[in-house]
T-cell receptor, first 115, second 110 residues
């Protein structure tokens, strides 16, 4: 149990376009989902925390108008990178936490390359 | 700010040897977790140690926690080639806002 999927696993887009990444909890309801970004050979940096039905909470330095997060249901959260630029190229990882659980379950990540 | 700092940043050992990685943190914690990440993949949860625990075992893994020194160590015994990966410690309170260390890139040479 406790499987989290992400789609797509890889995406290449042109500069200026928008890209949507989905994060799904497959076998549990996730009251909270987290989005992380990881640059090559670096650690994960939390971007934002989203709770179902409410606005996401963004970490300092993360542009909320650029990284749109929608947590529309207890099994789905989406991250949309708007007007993507090459510097947005990164590995984006989501995690999900079931209600009353003391653990986050991570998705396999999405590799975004902006040309 | 990044709470967890790990050392070494990179570690290369021979198969069969033990690998030890260390993690230090700055503020009080409820628990500390260790994760493994294979290249280009997501994170695999290895072990969670609570702040009132000093040592925990899981298979070939042994984790220690010293809250007085704000440090933890991960020991992998009898390493295998499949253990080649990056290892991260993460601190947090429950399911909220995990803060990851910089990670240790472990290479097991056959």
């Amino acid at each position: 149990g406790a499987v989290v999927s992400q789609h797509p696993s890889r995406v290449i887009c042109k500069s200026g376009t928008s890209v949507k990444i989905e994060c799904r909890s497959l076998d549990f309801q996730a009251t909270t989902m987290f989005w992380y970004r990881q640059f090559p050979k670096q650690s994960l940096m939390l971007m934002a925390t989203s709770n179902e039905g409410s606005k996401a909470t963004y970490e300092q330095g993360v542009e909320k108008d650029k990284f749109l997060i929608n947590h529309a249901s207890l099994t789905l959260s989406t991250l949309t990178v708007t007007s993507a630029h090459p510097e947005d190229s990164s590995f984006y990882i989501c995690s999900a936490s079931p209600r009353a659980y003391n653990e986050q379950f991570f998705g396999p990540g999405t590799r975004l390359t902006v040309l | 700010s990044q709470q967890g700092e790990e050392d070494p940043q990179a570690l290369s050992i021979q198969e069969g040897e033990n690998a030890t990685m260390n993690c230090s943190y700055k503020t009080s914690i409820n628990n500390l977790q260790w994760y493994r990440q294979n290249s280009g993949r997501g994170l695999v949860h290895l072990i969670l140690i609570r702040s009132n625990e000093r040592e925990k075992h899981s298979g070939r893994l042994r984790v220690t926690l010293d809250t007085s020194k704000k440090s933890s160590s991960l020991l992998i015994t009898a390493s295998r080639a499949a253990d080649t990966a990056s290892y991260f410690c993460a601190t947090g309170k429950g399911a909220q806002k995990l803060v990851f260390g910089q990670g240790t890139r472990l290479t097991i040479n056959p």
